[in-house]
């Protein structure tokens, strides 16, 4: 009885133990963001009295999400985005279940799929460098254009072989069936593997999606026209650039815009340019957990 309630206790204590490591963590994960909520709709003079972090709203005030009407681009910026979101998305998809389906096949399916298969892992591994990608895209006749921001970034050779676990689990009986009623690859593709494959997509929708909506890098390369670049871009140069071609601080002087006031207009900024996600995600989670665990399963 004694050692059963020793091992209760070392039980509880580890269980404790991390109940609070992952509360920690998840402070440590939620906190970045409500500073950022919290500084938005504070007050900018009482603000610049603050000293160290921002653990609630400092008086209530929304000037800084009104004083973005006033930012170059910022919703110009929503619109490529949204742009380069909707035909990426749809070329990220069809890429990776056509790449996902060729992974999928056997050699007596499909020619020279050993020698395929290594130069598609070959690309996982190295890449053409940033100075030859950017040279292909400039002869391409890409720079300067929302599509220099989609197709480099067409498919993602990790996505592609997440997504054959997947197809490779579905039973072989159903392409069979198709195949015997005269359906060809795309049938087998479109028909059955996809269908059957909702929670992988998901999953794949999802990883695309993120690294779209995150995105700056690739218009600081290949866009030099701030009323192409998205959003990230407009904030990424209003924020570490102080201002840059968006609202440099002497445009917001004359104004009569302060520098507290500044800091909560970027505030406000990253919190609407982070917002989507955060409302979309709570409904993508059911899917992305299962798509998850499916593949990791199956795969």
Same mark, same amino acid.
């Given at each position: 009885m004694k050692k059963k309630k020793?091992? #209760?206790?070392?039980?509880?204590? &580890?269980?404790?133990?991390?109940a609070a490591l992952a509360i920690f963590i998840g402070v440590l994960m939620v906190y970045p963001?409500?500073?950022?909520?919290?500084?938005?709709? +504070?007050?900018?003079?009482?603000?610049?009295?603050q000293m160290g972090l921002v653990l609630h709203p400092l008086g209530f005030s929304l000037q800084g999400y009104k004083?973005?009407?006033?930012?170059?681009?910022?919703?110009?910026g929503f619109f490529n985005t949204m742009y380069v979101m909707f035909f990426g998305? +749809?070329?990220?998809?069809?890429?990776?279940?056509? %790449? !996902?389906?060729?992974?999928?096949?056997?050699? !007596?399916?499909?020619?020279w799929r050993g020698?395929?298969?290594?130069?598609?892992?070959?690309?996982?591994?190295? +890449? %053409?460098?940033?100075?030859?990608?950017?040279?292909?895209?400039?002869?391409l006749g890409l720079? #300067?254009?929302?599509? $220099?921001?989609?197709?480099?970034? !067409?498919?993602?050779?990790?996505? *592609?072989?997440?997504?054959?676990a997947y197809f490779r689990s579905v039973p072989k009986e159903l392409e069979d069936s198709v195949r015997v009623d005269g359906g060809g690859h795309l049938t087998v593709l479109f028909r059955v593997l996809i269908p059957l494959a909702k929670a992988g997509l998901a999953v794949m929708f999802l990883y695309y999606a993120v690294d779209i909506w995150n995105s700056w890098f690739s218009a600081e390369l290949y866009i030099t026209?701030?009323?192409?670049?998205?959003?990230?871009?407009?904030?990424?140069?209003?924020?570490?650039?102080?201002?840059?071609?968006?609202?440099? +601080?002497? $445009? *917001?002087? $004359?104004?009569? &815009?302060? !520098?507290?006031?500044?800091? &909560?207009?970027?505030?406000?900024?990253?919190?609407?340019?982070s917002l989507p996600f955060l409302i979309i995600y709570p409904f993508m989670q059911k899917y992305f957990r299962?798509?998850?665990l499916v593949g990791s399963l199956k795969g």
């Open positions: 020793i091992k #209760n206790w070392k039980e509880f204590i &580890v269980d404790l133990f991390l963001m409500m500073h950022e909520l919290f500084i938005s709709i +504070s007050d900018p003079n009482k603000l610049g009295m004083l973005l009407s006033h930012v170059q681009h910022f919703f110009t998305l +749809s070329l990220n998809l069809l890429m990776t279940c056509l %790449g !996902a389906y060729f992974l999928s096949r056997s050699s !007596a399916d499909v020619k020698v395929v298969v290594i130069i598609i892992l070959i690309t996982q591994y190295f +890449s %053409g460098g940033m100075i030859p990608t950017w040279l292909l895209v400039r002869d720079l #300067n254009t929302r599509w $220099a921001l989609i197709l480099p970034g !067409a498919v993602s050779t990790g996505n *592609m072989i997440l997504l054959n026209k701030p009323e192409l670049w998205p959003l990230q871009k407009v904030v990424q140069d209003l924020i570490v650039k102080e201002g840059g071609q968006m609202m440099g +601080s002497g $445009a *917001m002087a $004359a104004m009569g &815009v302060s !520098a507290n006031t500044q800091e &909560v207009m970027k505030a406000a900024m990253v919190v609407l340019s299962e798509g998850l």
